[in-house]
């Protein structure tokens, strides 16, 4: 059989793009005569960006084949699409059911309307309770505002971007993030949106069985007028927590620790080293957290790493990375001690921009201080111990990448 011949119609006067498309589609039997490549060089722009700008001169039809659907004559904007149809005879695969674009993409919108109204029944927001502000401790509430804080609008306070999309990080460490929006939704303070976008969700056999929790967008439940009422209640407990030292200590040292680690992995990965698995960088960090700040160990963590280096070099050893990062957490943990049994006064150490203040973080240092870093530098007990008192704590979302210069190692 022959191939179908394409029929270009003009939608330019102007003889050199017509030139140019007829190029585009000129074939040698199955074959593309000229690259896309070339043709876009002569336009000066990106090959990609091709077929779209050719599309505004021509309109390509192949002639005789007309769509299943619609049954108009096919036509294409790209040679990708029209391929199928172009293939010698016997073609090497089945060709499919010739369909025009339009109706690839009525059925494709077809396709997701079906898919969005699945979502939007089984995710319907009224079918969960809404918010309890007297629900949850101290961290679904520290947690809740931090969440809010940076992914809520104020057109619409009912309304929280997806984890993934937020600039700030919200919690110091990744897997923390997603910990705790589980912890928020079974509280059910969020729910996940129903206008997430369809990859949001995790699909079997068609239906939306379970969602991505860095992916959804999501929704407080509830009446949007009482949002605000809620979040004054939340504000004031969390504002309370003082007063409840035990419970403090535990949402504290939840944070400082996984601040700590994420710092440490930071200095180990700047000079190429792998972070330590398992107990023992728990145990040592753990250990640490009893005697210093954060801010000071940052300083203790930082040097670390090029003090072991240095060990290495003058012992003329060639340790493996891993034996190095191991060294520098043993490093870490001597300097920690030394400092305890010698009564030394360390210097506090800075955040780095790359490994930037989280929202929680600065929340609670807000919350127990008045202050975004005093739990940092001066530890828990130290921000409690300052002449303070907490009057309305005011949540302000920090400065992409708010940081200090690298500590001098
Ligand atoms: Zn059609």
């Not at 391929?83 to 060709?95: E, F, N, Q, S």
Request: glycine share 6%; hydrophobic share 35%.
């Amino acid at each position: 059989m022959d191939l179908p011949k394409i029929d270009l119609e003009f939608l330019t006067e102007d003889e050199r793009l017509r030139e140019l498309c007829r190029r585009y589609w000129r074939r040698d039997g199955s074959r593309w005569v000229e690259a896309p490549s070339h043709i876009a060089q002569e336009l000066g722009i990106g090959g990609s960006e091709l077929p779209a700008r050719l599309a505004e001169y021509s309109t390509a039809h192949l002639r005789g084949v007309t769509c299943s659907s619609c049954s108009r004559e096919l036509t294409f904007s790209k040679r990708s699409n029209a391929r199928p149809y172009l293939l010698p005879d016997p073609p090497p695969r089945p060709t499919p059911p010739a369909e025009c674009e339009a109706c690839i993409d009525a059925r494709q919108a077809e396709a997701e309307k079906r898919a969005r109204d699945k979502v939007e029944a089984r995710y319907e927001v009224s079918k969960f309770d809404p918010t309890d502000p007297y629900g949850g401790g101290v961290r679904e509430v520290l947690f809740f505002l931090a969440l809010h804080a940076l992914g809520s609008t104020d057109d619409d306070p009912t309304r929280i971007q997806s984890i993934h999309s937020l600039k700030v990080p919200l919690t110091p460490a990744g897997r923390l993030n997603l910990s705790l929006a589980n912890v928020l939704f079974e509280q059910g303070l969020i729910v996940p949106d129903p206008a997430s976008p369809l990859d949001a969700f995790f699909w079997e056999s068609d239906e939306p069985t379970q969602f991505y929790v860095d992916k959804v967008s999501w929704v407080v439940p509830g009446p949007p007028n009482e949002i605000p009422a809620v979040l004054r209640i939340l504000r004031d407990r969390l504002r309370d927590a003082r007063l409840n030292v035990p419970e403090l200590e535990h949402v504290w040292h939840e944070i400082a620790a996984a601040e700590l680690h994420e710092f440490l992995a930071f200095s180990l990965d700047v000079r190429g080293l792998p972070c330590p698995e398992g107990e023992r960088i728990t145990q040592v960090i753990n250990m640490a957290l009893r005697h210093f700040p954060v801010a000071h160990l940052f300083r203790a963590a930082w040097g670390a790493v090029p003090k072991t280096e240095k060990w290495e070099e003058e012992r003329g050893l060639e340790l493996s990375p891993e034996s190095l990062a191991n060294g520098a957490l043993t490093f870490f943990e001597n300097s920690v001690n030394t400092a305890v049994e010698r009564g030394w006064h360390v210097q506090p150490g800075f955040r780095n921009p790359r490994c930037p203040q989280s929202m929680v973080s600065k929340m609670l240092s807000q919350a127990v201080a008045g202050d975004d870093e005093a739990i940092f530098t001066l530890g828990l007990e130290g921000a409690l111990a300052l002449d303070w008192s907490p009057s309305e704590p005011q949540a302000t979302v920090p400065e992409e990448l708010d940081g200090q210069p690298d500590p001098p190692s």
